[in-house]
Nanobody, 124 residues
Framework: VQLQAFGGGLVQPGGSLRLSCAAS????????MAWFRQAPGKVREFVAS????????NYAGNVKGRFTISRDNAKNTVSLQMINLKPEDTAVYYC??????????????????WGQGTQVTVSS
């Protein structure tokens, strides 16, 4: 099983980035996917999730309206489009997978697989 996250980098406040996560080694279309992030000295926090079909999404309040999660089951990828980035969005971003459930909430403790993380730095 592998989750390979990429697309991070340095961006100025107000800028945009698109993160992607490529999955392999499991049946991607039967898993809910999520993005989490962890800033230095802070606990890992939920950012966004999407159910197996892409028909249901959920966002943390502090990114709602700025971030959009999507998936392509044909390509086994999940993406996070981020706009209007703020310095407080600086963190390592991780993708995660869990066997699909009816639960809307995706706690980090319920993840079956984790990616290695990609750094996002928002700074002028």
């Amino acid at each position: 099983v592998q989750l390979q996250a990429f697309g991070g980098g340095l961006v100025q406040p107000g800028g945009s980035l698109r993160l992607s996560c490529a999955a392999s080694g499991f049946t991607f279309s039967t898993y809910d996917m999520a993005w989490f992030r962890q800033a230095p000295g802070k606990v890992r926090e939920f950012v966004a999730s999407i159910n197996w079909s892409g028909g249901s999404t959920n966002y943390a309040g502090n990114v709602k309206g700025r971030f959009t999660i999507s998936r392509d089951n044909a390509k086994n990828t999940v993406s996070l489009q981020m706009i209007n980035l703020k310095p407080e969005d600086t963190a390592v971003y991780y993708c995660a997978a869990r066997v699909s459930t009816v639960e809307t909430i995706f706690p980090s403790s319920k993840a079956d697989y984790w990616g290695q993380g990609t750094q996002v730095t928002v700074s002028s």
